[in-house]
């Protein structure tokens, strides 16, 4: 057996929250395989809405196996306070359907103060960080200094965490930051109680044992492709590496045990947060996406920047992924829209090219090709023959210059607003 991926081809917020729970039924395992709780999967069903930060998006589904693998950066507190809620809407995790990774590194209360600290003397070149603590935590595995979930069950836990803390305070010195976290400490070893509660494993021998006994596995990613920490818009990207690449430092999966490579992108783009956005409009346009898409960040509330679909960025992350089949969410956001517009190549220094260059922070004018929108509500589709026949001319349009199917379309929030094309 082998492993399919699905992963966001923009900056975030493409919907794989919905998407995952929508295809778990398919699959026995969900795993996520890098970020942090800077992540936050939406999912609606039965008028409910659920937002997950580390936990995979196959939980709520019954009888399901998730696992949060070695490349993910794991909050306690954040962590538990999404079990507590879970349990309060009857979702009950226990040590059967959740494992975590014993080579998981653990965000420290005062990772969160020396991102607070780092973002703050940044000034105006500022990244737009979540302040979660995600960038100082993977720096600190990188240094070979974090702290691994695995080190909770070592007699010396405690030891390694003052010593890891006192560097921590060292550095925020040399910041001139003062922050206190007492009460966040306290609920912090809380949430080391509640993750001693469930299976802690060494995620991948289980996860290849479960290919090896025939399983199916759909690996989670978080944020975008265009946040990856090599191939996004550097700096301002996330701390990990959200590609299929991803998949196999995060998992502890070799390149011959993948499978399908299922890629999600908006029909318009929307980015968090500081950095380049070549098409993005502060215009009228703009304020419809963000109002009709209600672009909040589910993580941090800020208003999402709008813009038009970049196809020189999809095509771009489909290279990179390996994508074998597209799914393309909030085409129902354009509905209303006597046209929109879809960027094709880049203008820069007066030459056409259909490539991302080094810096999206270049001279680029966005070169477009203008669609006819439709009227009607699409959200109540549930089959392809039903779609207007604009958004069919726009599917097709970008299976042609992607070279890739568009094999789902998600045209509203609910697990049921879906639309198979083959039907």
């Known amino acids: 057996m082998k492993a399919d991926v699905l992963l966001g081809l923009q900056w975030g917020d493409e919907g794989k929250g919905k998407i995952v729970d929508v295809l778990t039924p398919d699959y026995e395992v969900i795993s996520r395989f890098q970020g942090g709780p800077n992540a936050g999967h939406s999912l609606e069903f039965n008028g409910k809405k659920f937002i997950l930060h580390t936990i995979p998006s196959g939980v709520f ?39 975590i990774s014993t080579k998981a590194h653990l965000i420290l209360p005062t990772h969160r103060l020396l991102d607070a600290a780092s973002e703050a003397a940044k000034g ?11 960038g100082p935590a ?6 070979r200094n974090g702290l691994r979930v695995g080190d909770i069950l070592r007699p010396d836990f405690m030891d390694r965490y003052k010593a890891l803390t006192r560097k921590h305070r060292d550095l925020l010195s040399m910041y001139h930051y003062q922050g206190a976290q007492d ?31 025939g399983k199916t596995i759909l690996a989670e990613g978080a944020q975008g492709t265009m946040l990856d920490i090599d191939f ?9 590496n959200t590609i299929t690449a991803g998949t196999l430092t995060g998992l502890g999966l070799a390149p011959s045990r993948i499978g399908k490579v299922k890629g999600i992108f908006k029909a318009y783009c929307t980015r968090v947060g500081s950095g380049p956005f070549p098409t993005e409009l502060q215009d009228a346009h703009g304020e419809f996406l963000r109002r009709q898409g209600h672009e909040y960040g589910a993580t941090t509330g800020r208003p999402r920047r709008c813009g038009w679909l970049d196809l020189p960025a999809l ?7 390996g994508v074998t089949e597209l799914i393309m969410t909030k085409p129902d956001v354009l509905s209303g829209l006597d046209h929109f ?22 001279n680029i004018e966005p070169v477009y090709k203008r669609f006819s929108g439709w009227s009607q509500d699409i959200s109540g589709i549930r089959t392809y023959r039903d779609l207007p026949e604009e958004l069919k001319a726009y599917k097709s349009f970008l299976e042609k210059e992607t070279g890739v199917p568009i094999t789902m379309i998600s045209v509203g929030p609910d697990r049921e607003a879906i639309v198979k094309t083959g039907i």
Request: hydrophobic content about 35%.
């Open 315 to 321: 095509r771009y992350a489909i290279m990179l992924n």
């Open 183 to 213: 009460d966040y400490e306290k609920k912090w070893f809380g949430g080391i109680d509640v993750i001693r509660r469930f299976t802690l494993v060494e995620s991948e021998y289980r996860i290849n044992e479960l290919l090896n006994h």
């Open 61 to 99: 589904r019954n009888d399901k196996l998730n696992i949060i693998g070695n490349g993910v950066v794991i909050d306690p507190v954040i962590f538990a306070e999404e079990i507590q809620a879970l349990k309060n809407e009857g979702i009950s995790l226990g040590r059967d359907n959740l494992h």
């Open 232 to 240: 996004g818009t550097y700096p301002y990207v996330t701390s990990s």
């Open 124 to 134: 105006r070149s500022r990244i737009g960080s979540t302040l979660k603590g995600i």
């Open 138 to 143: 993977y720096m600190d595995k990188t240094g």
């Open 341 to 362: 517009m879809v960027c094709t190549h880049y203008r820069i220094n007066g030459k056409v090219t259909g490539q991302l260059p080094y810096s999206l922070e270049e």
